[in-house]
């Protein structure tokens, strides 16, 4: 099981850093393909290398990756995505300006993996990985400590099976996972 600490954000820069969409492409590369350069990262990403760097710098001035130097050659220098259990303030707790960078950032999130969604479904025949497409619709009726606890089991469970790519077997591969829930509305 990958350990992942704990981490409130609650920050507003460090919101922005986290929120910029080149920021969430190289982060998201960084944590389902492992560590990379800024060149390799550019290239993947289809990005230029120094705003790549850029990017990097500043995803790492807030904890968000890290230097690998023990892989650094020359002025090489190797990032590394830094796992962690992000949580976000309460919609309570927000100002405007936050609830604006976290709502739009969670529907970029949303519309981004519906895209992956498709685009994978297309890329893979039926069959063994090519079935590999669970979907789960449902609603529950729960108070605001049941939701909460039924979302930190949610988290648990991930990190149950969630393990660092050395450990994982050999057909092992990463599978995208979303949760997202919301109360129910009158009209």
């Known amino acids: 099981m990958a350990e992942h600490g704990t981490r409130k954000l609650d920050d507003l820069e460090a919101l922005r850093a986290l929120a910029h969409p080149r920021r969430q492409r190289i982060l998201n590369q960084l944590s389902t393909r492992g560590p990379a350069t800024s060149a390799e990262l550019a290239r993947a990403l289809d990005l230029n290398t120094g705003a790549t760097s850029y ?30 259990d992000l949580r976000f303030p309460l919609r309570s707790e927000q100002d405007e300006e936050t609830r604006a960078i976290l709502d739009e ?32 619709r449902g609603t529950i009726r729960v108070t605001l400590e049941e939701l909460a606890e039924f979302f930190e089991e949610y988290i648990a469970l991930l990190n149950k099976y969630d393990k660092p790519a050395e450990e994982a077997g050999p057909e092992a591969r990463v599978v995208h996972t979303r949760f997202f829930g919301y109360p129910e509305t009158d009209g």
């Open 55 to 84: 990017h990097l710098r500043e995803l790492a001035r807030h904890g968000f990756v890290e230097e690998l130097p023990g892989k650094a050659r020359g002025r090489e220098r190797w990032w590394r995505f830094v796992p962690a």
């Open 105 to 136: 950032m969670n529907a970029r999130a949303i519309s981004d993996g519906m895209h992956e969604f498709r685009r994978a479904q297309a890329a893979v025949q039926p069959g063994g990985w090519g079935d590999a497409f669970p979907y789960s």
